[in-house]
Every structure is written in structure tokens, then in C-alpha cells.
């Protein structure tokens, strides 16, 4: 059995993948899902993922595991950078210290990196001469997987489309990215960027969700602050797809799933700003919703060895 892991800030997922005849990890068994302990940090991460792929695994041999993290992972598997929702989770040594653990190889990725691997295997990025996968939620997270494989880069930040320069209003352009950044998609475009905007321009707070319903009754400017996030989003993809040249550019985390509008206007700003080849890259919607960390971690787990993986 190979156990696919998705450590968020707020839980942990947790399931056993089994290789089918032609070797292909298919259909999770037995799935765990716990509260991170975000408080205890590293150490205490570590004995509660111990115990549930104990629990998992039951009498099933354990071949590898593979995890997908919030957080920046370096090349050895260990958390470089991350937030603060979980106390000291960067310069957390995870893979030796699960590996430690559970005595078989682990493999650590970032969890938009491995929901790209899941995507690109068997979602939307399928068959695909490339793939670029943002995830636009809390932040916006990106990935590039390659024919050959997923790209982690040489410090773990491949794909990173969040921090991408776009030309902004002057109000938006001096607006600091969590990276500490300025002009950045993500402090214009993400969940908390669009709220933010709606909040400066009415005055008044409201969740994104709100945003979106008050968008869909017509208001005018819940509408206008939805499209132009958006809109951002589109040019930051087409100068990345001017780098990349891939086939298909999955969209997909919490703010991409407000509505079919949303995307087609990613997709038409693409289009429109993409340069003539790239411009021809379908921009499509991520189908494997939140399993697909947990699965895309299998898969890098099952890859056996952080050596399998090209950077
Ligand atoms: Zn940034």
C-alpha cells in the first residue's frame, strides 16, 4: 500500500492507495482526516500522521508514503517557508522525521504541487504536452508538471504564478503582497484580495462569497471587482504561458469554484493577452476537487524516492 497525506492548517487527510495490475495508483481506501495540531507544530504533526496511517494501513504491507504540505518544501523534503498557522512549521525537518517514523521512504511536496501531479495524471491535465495549475484561494498557488514530471524548482517555488508582476492602478500596484511583494497577482486576485478591494471601494466587508451572490443580483461593483480579479489572473497566466508554451492551464482552489463567469473571463483575458502560439492553451477547470493533494501525493510517494523526480 502507498499512503497519500495532505497536511493542511486546519486538518490533516490521510489514504491508502493501492497500485491496480498495470501499476497505476487507483481509488483511495480507508481515508483519515484529523485536526492539524497546529499549535504543538512539527513534532506533534508527526505522531498524529503515525497513528492514522497506522490506522490506514491495518495489516497492509507499507511501501512508501508520499505527502503534500502546506508551505514551501526545500530538496530535502524539509518546510523552508511557510505562514504562521502552524507554530514552527518552517525549518521543519518532515520527511526524516516522518521517514523516522514510519520506517519506509517518504516523499514531501507542496500541496498545490502535488494536486498538479494528481490533475496532470488523471483530472484535467490528463494526456496534456504540459500543464500549468494555479490554485487561487487563501493565496494563489501555482505548479508546472512537464511530460516528464512535475518541476519543484532548485528551492521548491516552481509554478509560483501568486507572485507574477502585473501592471496595476496605481491604488492596486501599492498594495504589499503577503510575500512582502508589490504589484503581485495574489494581493489583487486572491480570496482575500477581492475582499479587500470590495471593502476599499464600498466601504462595507463582505466574504467573497457574498461578493459573488451580490454580484449575481446585479451589483455593479461586486461584479466589476470579481471580473477584474479575474482579469489579473488571465495576463498573469498568459506572460507565464509565454515562458512555459504548455498545452492546458488548469484553474482550480476556492475562488475559481464562484462561478462558470469567472472562468470564462480567465479564459477570454488569456486569449487576449497570451502571445499568438500559447494563446491556444486551453484554460480549463481543475476536476478533482480537494482529493486531489491527497492523491497527487500517493502518486509522488509512489514515485519512491524524492530521486525519481526531476526539478
Ligand atoms: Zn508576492
Given at each position: 500500500?502507498?499512503?497519500?497525506?495532505?497536511?493542511?492548517?486546519?486538518?490533516?487527510?490521510?489514504?491508502?492507495?493501492?497500485?491496480?495490475?498495470?501499476?497505476?495508483?487507483?481509488?483511495?481506501?480507508?481515508?483519515?482526516?484529523?485536526?492539524?495540531?497546529?499549535?504543538?507544530?512539527?513534532?506533534?504533526?508527526?505522531?498524529?500522521?503515525?497513528?492514522?496511517?497506522?490506522?490506514?494501513?491495518?495489516?497492509?504491507?507499507?511501501?512508501a508514503?508520499?505527502?503534500?504540505?502546506?508551505?514551501?518544501?526545500?530538496?530535502?523534503?524539509?518546510?523552508?517557508?511557510?505562514?504562521?498557522?502552524?507554530?514552527?512549521?518552517?525549518?521543519?525537518?518532515?520527511?526524516?522525521?516522518?521517514?523516522?517514523?514510519?520506517?519506509?521512504?517518504?516523499a514531501?511536496?507542496?500541496?498545490?504541487?502535488?494536486?498538479?501531479?494528481a490533475?496532470?495524471?488523471?483530472?484535467?491535465?490528463?494526456?496534456?504536452?504540459?500543464?500549468?495549475?494555479?490554485?487561487?484561494?487563501?493565496?494563489?498557488?501555482?505548479?508546472?508538471?512537464?511530460?516528464d514530471?512535475?518541476?519543484?524548482?532548485?528551492?521548491?517555488?516552481?509554478?509560483?504564478?501568486?507572485?507574477?508582476?502585473?501592471?496595476?492602478?496605481?491604488?492596486?500596484?501599492?498594495?504589499?503582497?503577503?510575500?512582502?511583494?508589490?504589484?503581485?497577482?495574489?494581493?489583487?486576485?486572491?480570496?482575500?484580495?477581492?475582499?479587500?478591494t470590495?471593502?476599499?471601494?464600498?466601504?462595507?466587508?463582505?466574504?467573497?462569497?457574498?461578493?459573488?451572490?451580490?454580484?449575481?443580483?446585479?451589483?455593479?461593483?461586486?461584479?466589476?471587482?470579481i471580473?477584474?480579479?479575474?482579469?489579473?489572473?488571465?495576463?498573469?497566466?498568459?506572460?507565464?504561458?509565454?515562458?512555459?508554451?504548455?498545452?492546458?492551464?488548469?484553474?482550480?482552489?476556492?475562488?475559481?469554484?464562484?462561478?462558470?463567469?469567472?472562468?470564462?473571463?480567465?479564459?477570454?483575458?488569456?486569449?487576449?493577452?497570451?502571445?499568438?502560439?500559447?494563446?491556444?492553451?486551453?484554460?480549463?477547470?481543475?476536476?478533482?476537487?480537494?482529493?486531489?493533494?491527497?492523491?497527487?501525493?500517493?502518486?509522488?510517494?509512489?514515485?519512491?524516492?524524492?530521486?525519481?523526480?526531476?526539478?
Amino acid at each position: 500500500m502507498i499512503i497519500g497525506i495532505d497536511i493542511g492548517g486546519t486538518k490533516i487527510a490521510v489514504a491508502g492507495f493501492a497500485p491496480d495490475e498495470r501499476g497505476r495508483l487507483t481509488g483511495s481506501t480507508a481515508v483519515r482526516t484529523i485536526a492539524t495540531p497546529a499549535r504543538e507544530g512539527g513534532p506533534a504533526i508527526v505522531r498524529a500522521v503515525t497513528d492514522a496511517v497506522r490506522e490506514v494501513r491495518g495489516s497492509d504491507p507499507l511501501e512508501a508514503v508520499g505527502v503534500g504540505t502546506a508551505g514551501v518544501v526545500g530538496p530535502d523534503g524539509a518546510i523552508t517557508s511557510a505562514t504562521d498557522a502552524i507554530s514552527g512549521w518552517a525549518g521543519f525537518p518532515l520527511r526524516e522525521a516522518l521517514a523516522d517514523a514510519v520506517g519506509v521512504p517518504v516523499a514531501v511536496v507542496n500541496d498545490v504541487h502535488a494536486a498538479a501531479v494528481a490533475e496532470a495524471e488523471q483530472g484535467a491535465g490528463a494526456g496534456a504536452q504540459g500543464m500549468l495549475m494555479v490554485a487561487v484561494g487563501t493565496g494563489i498557488g501555482g505548479a508546472v508538471v512537464l511530460p516528464d514530471g512535475l518541476r519543484r524548482g532548485v528551492t521548491g517555488t516552481a509554478g509560483s504564478v501568486g507572485h507574477m508582476e502585473i501592471s496595476l492602478p496605481p491604488r492596486l500596484a501599492e498594495r504589499r503582497c503577503p510575500c512582502g511583494g508589490f504589484g503581485h497577482v495574489e494581493a489583487v486576485a486572491s480570496g482575500p484580495g477581492l475582499e479587500r478591494t470590495y471593502l476599499e471601494e464600498s466601504g462595507g466587508f463582505l466574504p467573497l462569497r457574498e461578493v459573488h451572490a451580490a454580484a449575481l443580483r446585479g451589483d455593479a461593483l461586486a461584479d466589476r471587482v470579481i471580473l477584474d480579479g479575474a482579469r489579473y489572473l488571465g495576463r498573469a497566466l498568459a506572460s507565464a504561458n509565454a515562458v512555459l508554451d504548455v498545452e492546458v492551464i488548469v484553474v482550480g482552489g476556492g475562488v475559481a469554484e464562484v462561478g462558470e463567469t469567472y472562468l470564462s473571463e480567465v479564459a477570454r483575458t488569456y486569449r487576449a493577452a497570451a502571445m499568438p502560439g500559447p494563446s491556444r492553451a486551453r484554460v480549463v477547470p481543475a476536476r478533482l476537487g480537494v482529493d486531489a493533494a491527497l492523491t497527487g501525493a500517493a502518486l509522488v510517494g509512489g514515485a519512491r524516492t524524492d530521486d525519481a523526480l526531476p526539478l
